[in-house]
Protein backbone atom coordinates (compact mmCIF):
# COMPACT_ATOMS: atom_id res chain seq x y z
CA UNK A 1 0.00 0.00 0.00
CA UNK A 2 1.06 3.30 -1.02
CA UNK A 3 0.93 5.94 1.69
CA UNK A 4 0.11 9.31 0.17
CA UNK A 5 -0.19 13.14 1.87
CA UNK A 6 -1.82 15.65 0.07
CA UNK A 7 -0.25 19.50 0.38
CA UNK A 8 -2.14 22.38 -1.22
CA UNK A 9 -3.71 25.40 0.39
CA UNK A 10 -6.73 24.93 -1.85
CA UNK A 11 -9.04 22.24 -0.66
CA UNK A 12 -10.77 21.93 -3.93
CA UNK A 13 -7.47 21.10 -5.52
CA UNK A 14 -7.12 18.36 -2.24
CA UNK A 15 -10.51 16.93 -2.54
CA UNK A 16 -10.16 16.31 -6.02
CA UNK A 17 -6.66 14.79 -5.77
CA UNK A 18 -7.91 12.94 -2.63
CA UNK A 19 -11.25 11.37 -4.54
CA UNK A 20 -8.76 10.29 -7.54
CA UNK A 21 -6.15 8.14 -5.16
CA UNK A 22 -8.48 6.79 -2.75
CA UNK A 23 -10.09 5.20 -6.05
CA UNK A 24 -7.20 3.03 -6.26
CA UNK A 25 -6.81 -0.17 -4.23
CA UNK A 26 -2.90 -0.20 -4.09
CA UNK A 27 -2.85 3.96 -2.76
CA UNK A 28 -4.06 5.52 0.64
CA UNK A 29 -4.19 8.83 1.68
CA UNK A 30 -3.20 9.14 4.98
CA UNK A 31 -3.72 13.41 5.74
CA UNK A 32 -3.97 16.85 3.80
CA UNK A 33 -2.16 19.74 4.48
CA UNK A 34 -3.02 23.06 3.47
CA UNK A 35 0.10 24.83 4.35
CA UNK A 36 4.08 23.64 4.86
CA UNK A 37 4.13 23.57 8.63
CA UNK A 38 1.39 21.14 8.72
CA UNK A 39 3.08 19.09 5.60
CA UNK A 40 6.08 18.68 7.74
CA UNK A 41 4.11 17.90 11.13
CA UNK A 42 2.13 14.97 9.26
CA UNK A 43 4.81 13.72 7.39
CA UNK A 44 6.52 13.80 10.49
CA UNK A 45 3.26 11.86 11.96
CA UNK A 46 2.29 9.27 9.14
CA UNK A 47 5.94 8.79 7.09
CA UNK A 48 4.33 8.14 4.04
CA UNK A 49 5.55 7.05 0.67
CA UNK A 50 4.59 10.48 -1.27
CA UNK A 51 4.16 13.69 -0.07
CA UNK A 52 2.31 15.81 -2.85
CA UNK A 53 3.02 19.28 -2.41
CA UNK A 54 2.26 22.66 -3.53
CA UNK A 55 5.38 25.08 -4.33
CA UNK A 56 3.49 27.78 -3.31
CA UNK A 57 1.54 27.79 0.46
CA UNK A 58 1.25 30.15 2.92
CA UNK A 59 2.85 29.84 6.44
CA UNK A 60 5.59 28.28 5.14
CA UNK A 61 5.91 27.79 0.99
CA UNK A 62 6.26 23.90 -0.53
CA UNK A 63 10.42 24.37 -1.08
CA UNK A 64 11.00 25.04 2.97
CA UNK A 65 8.87 22.28 3.53
CA UNK A 66 10.35 19.87 1.16
CA UNK A 67 13.64 21.43 2.80
CA UNK A 68 12.88 20.22 6.25
CA UNK A 69 11.33 16.96 5.39
CA UNK A 70 14.41 16.06 3.44
CA UNK A 71 16.61 17.01 6.75
CA UNK A 72 15.18 14.63 8.83
CA UNK A 73 16.31 11.57 8.95
CA UNK A 74 13.34 9.80 10.17
CA UNK A 75 11.80 10.77 7.21
CA UNK A 76 15.03 9.34 4.72
CA UNK A 77 12.45 7.54 2.63
CA UNK A 78 9.55 9.97 2.17
CA UNK A 79 9.69 11.14 -1.45
CA UNK A 80 8.04 14.79 -2.11
CA UNK A 81 6.89 15.62 -5.71
CA UNK A 82 6.00 19.63 -6.13
CA UNK A 83 3.03 20.27 -7.33
CA UNK A 84 2.76 23.10 -9.46
CA UNK A 85 0.41 25.70 -11.97
CA UNK A 86 3.37 27.18 -14.43
CA UNK A 87 5.41 23.72 -15.43
CA UNK A 88 9.07 25.23 -15.55
CA UNK A 89 8.63 28.50 -13.24
CA UNK A 90 11.19 29.79 -11.06
CA UNK A 91 10.95 27.54 -7.89
CA UNK A 92 11.61 24.42 -10.02
CA UNK A 93 15.53 24.10 -9.78
CA UNK A 94 15.10 25.32 -6.20
CA UNK A 95 12.39 22.74 -5.31
CA UNK A 96 14.81 19.85 -6.60
CA UNK A 97 17.78 21.25 -5.09
CA UNK A 98 15.61 20.99 -1.55
CA UNK A 99 14.96 17.68 -2.24
CA UNK A 100 12.36 17.10 -4.24
CA UNK A 101 11.83 13.67 -6.61
CA UNK A 102 10.41 15.83 -9.01
CA UNK A 103 7.20 18.03 -10.54
CA UNK A 104 4.00 18.21 -12.65
CA UNK A 105 1.60 20.26 -13.25
CA UNK A 106 -1.42 20.75 -11.23
CA UNK A 107 -3.89 19.82 -14.49
CA UNK A 108 -1.61 16.94 -15.43
CA UNK A 109 -3.97 13.43 -16.83
CA UNK A 110 -5.48 11.25 -13.80
CA UNK A 111 -3.20 8.51 -15.31
CA UNK A 112 0.04 10.63 -15.49
CA UNK A 113 -0.98 11.65 -11.61
CA UNK A 114 -1.01 7.69 -10.91
CA UNK A 115 1.83 7.29 -12.52
CA UNK A 116 3.70 9.67 -11.29
CA UNK A 117 2.52 8.68 -7.47
CA UNK A 118 4.06 5.18 -8.04
CA UNK A 119 7.17 6.05 -9.94
CA UNK A 120 7.62 8.58 -6.88
CA UNK A 121 7.31 5.46 -4.33
CA UNK A 122 9.83 3.27 -6.16
CA UNK A 123 12.37 6.40 -5.41
CA UNK A 124 12.65 6.99 -8.86
CA UNK A 125 12.93 10.24 -10.07
CA UNK A 126 10.36 12.27 -12.25
CA UNK A 127 12.37 13.63 -14.81
CA UNK A 128 11.72 12.48 -18.15
CA UNK A 129 15.09 12.91 -20.68
CA UNK A 130 12.62 16.13 -22.42
CA UNK A 131 11.96 18.12 -18.98
CA UNK A 132 15.74 16.89 -17.95
CA UNK A 133 16.62 18.91 -21.30
CA UNK A 134 13.74 22.30 -20.40
CA UNK A 135 15.26 22.34 -16.88
CA UNK A 136 19.02 22.31 -17.83
CA UNK A 137 18.34 25.30 -20.40
CA UNK A 138 15.96 26.88 -17.81
CA UNK A 139 17.72 27.30 -14.90
CA UNK A 140 21.17 25.25 -14.49
CA UNK A 141 22.59 27.54 -16.73
CA UNK A 142 22.67 30.43 -14.47
CA UNK A 143 22.26 28.82 -10.75
CA UNK A 144 24.63 29.81 -8.44
CA UNK A 145 26.96 26.44 -7.29
CA UNK A 146 26.77 25.43 -4.31
CA UNK A 147 28.16 21.98 -4.08
CA UNK A 148 31.91 22.26 -4.40
CA UNK A 149 33.13 21.17 -7.67
CA UNK A 150 35.80 18.22 -5.27
CA UNK A 151 32.64 16.55 -4.62
CA UNK A 152 33.06 14.83 -7.58
CA UNK A 153 36.25 13.03 -6.70
CA UNK A 154 34.45 10.95 -4.17
CA UNK A 155 33.10 9.20 -7.28
CA UNK A 156 34.61 6.42 -9.04
CA UNK A 157 35.14 7.46 -12.71
CA UNK A 158 32.28 4.40 -13.43
CA UNK A 159 30.46 5.95 -11.32
CA UNK A 160 30.80 9.29 -12.67
CA UNK A 161 29.66 8.23 -15.98
CA UNK A 162 26.47 6.88 -14.31
CA UNK A 163 25.63 10.05 -13.03
CA UNK A 164 26.22 11.90 -16.12
CA UNK A 165 23.83 9.61 -17.60
CA UNK A 166 21.34 10.00 -15.44
CA UNK A 167 21.17 13.72 -15.48
CA UNK A 168 20.93 13.38 -19.32
CA UNK A 169 17.37 11.32 -18.12
CA UNK A 170 18.71 8.43 -18.99
CA UNK A 171 16.56 5.41 -17.20
CA UNK A 172 19.01 2.22 -15.71
CA UNK A 173 17.86 0.66 -18.71
CA UNK A 174 19.12 2.63 -21.01
CA UNK A 175 22.20 3.24 -18.80
CA UNK A 176 23.12 -0.57 -19.25
CA UNK A 177 22.45 -0.34 -22.67
CA UNK A 178 24.71 2.44 -22.95
CA UNK A 179 27.86 1.35 -20.87
CA UNK A 180 27.29 -2.45 -22.24
CA UNK A 181 26.41 -3.49 -18.57
CA UNK A 182 23.38 -5.49 -16.76
CA UNK A 183 20.82 -3.30 -15.94
CA UNK A 184 21.30 -4.46 -12.36
CA UNK A 185 25.11 -3.28 -12.19
CA UNK A 186 23.82 -0.37 -13.66
CA UNK A 187 21.70 0.32 -10.88
CA UNK A 188 24.05 -0.24 -8.22
CA UNK A 189 26.28 2.20 -9.92
CA UNK A 190 23.51 4.83 -9.09
CA UNK A 191 23.11 3.62 -5.98
CA UNK A 192 26.48 3.70 -4.80
CA UNK A 193 27.03 7.28 -6.36
CA UNK A 194 23.97 8.43 -4.14
CA UNK A 195 25.83 6.90 -1.44
CA UNK A 196 28.70 8.83 -1.43
CA UNK A 197 27.00 12.00 -2.49
CA UNK A 198 24.40 11.61 -0.14
CA UNK A 199 21.65 12.27 -2.53
CA UNK A 200 18.18 11.51 -1.74
CA UNK A 201 17.33 10.22 -5.15
CA UNK A 202 18.38 10.87 -8.39
CA UNK A 203 16.72 14.05 -8.93
CA UNK A 204 19.51 15.13 -7.06
CA UNK A 205 21.74 13.04 -8.69
CA UNK A 206 21.04 15.51 -11.72
CA UNK A 207 21.22 18.48 -9.61
CA UNK A 208 25.00 17.71 -8.88
CA UNK A 209 25.84 16.43 -11.85
CA UNK A 210 25.55 20.20 -13.15
CA UNK A 211 25.56 22.50 -10.32
CA UNK A 212 29.97 20.22 -9.41
CA UNK A 213 30.58 20.84 -13.36
CA UNK A 214 30.76 17.15 -13.75
CA UNK A 215 28.21 17.84 -17.13
CA UNK A 216 27.61 21.29 -18.36
CA UNK A 217 24.18 22.23 -20.19
CA UNK A 218 23.32 21.89 -23.61
CA UNK A 219 22.08 24.99 -25.76
Excluded: C, W
Aim: proline share 5%; hydrophobic share 50%; net charge negative.
Amino acid sequence: MIRVLLADDQALIRAGFRALLDAEEAIEVVGEAANGQQAVTLAQAHVPHVVLLDIQMPVMDGIEATRRIAADPALAEVHVVMLTNFGLDEYVFEALRAGAAGFMLKDTDPADLLTAVQVAARGDALLSPGITRKLISEFVSRAPLTLPPGEAGLLTQREREVVALVARGLTNEEIAGHMVVSPFTAKTHVSRAMTKLGARDRAQLVVFAYESGLVTPRR
